[in-house]
């Protein structure tokens, strides 16, 4: 298939998939990454069915990229040797707030890919009780398909991201 017709056709996708998911009645408020899905689970199952609308890996990493531009500006200030995330490949920031009944995440990465995984990741653990972050499992990952996408080295960044997560989330709890 040409080039260009590739492009037009995960052009139509990406927008088939925004309209699906803006008449679908789960909008997001993407100033603050929040999910208005009710639990974790139906984030990640939101994820996979937005995830199943592109047809290759080129429309999915596309996507990936369209998310990670709509996170949310994260203060310079933040950006941190405390804040950040070793075992990632990229510059990761992590910041945690609010206490065990909602914990609240914000993150960025200098890179265009990984922050789109932040915004998946977002999407299932932040603004969730510490409960269920430390319960959540990342099926998404497998649902969609991204375990046997991703580099070694994003995985690795990946995994430390969300066990840093859920450390943040089990230490909320005690």
């Known amino acids: ?25 789960r909008a997001r408020d993407n100033a603050q990454m929040t999910d ?21 890996w080129t429309e999915r990493y596309q996507y990936l990229i369209d998310l990670g531009k709509q996170l949310p500006e ?5 950006k941190t040797e405390a804040n950040r995330v070793h075992g990632c490949q990229s510059m990761v ?26 915004a998946l990741v977002l ?7 510490a409960a269920e972050i430390v319960a959540t499992e990342p099926e998404f990952i497998q649902d969609i398909g ?8 994003r995985s690795t960044g990946l995994a430390a991201m969300l066990a840093r997560i859920k450390s943040h989330a089990a230490a909320a709890l005690a």
């Open 1 to 25: 298939m040409p080039i260009r017709s590739r492009g037009i056709r995960a052009q139509g996708a990406l927008l088939q998939a925004c309209d699906q998911i803006a008449s679908s009645g």
């Open 36 to 56: 208005t899905t009710a639990t974790a689970h139906d984030a990640q199952q939101q994820i996979a069915e937005e995830f199943a609308f592109f047809g290759d």
């Open 74 to 78: 994260f203060p310079e200030a933040a």
């Open 93 to 118: 920031w992590l910041v945690p707030g609010g206490d065990a009944a909602r914990m609240h995440f914000q993150a960025i990465s200098d890179s265009a890919i990984v922050s789109g995984l932040i």
């Open 123 to 129: 999407r299932v653990y932040s603004d969730r009780p």
């Open 146 to 153: 991204l375990a046997k996408h991703l580099s070694p080295t």
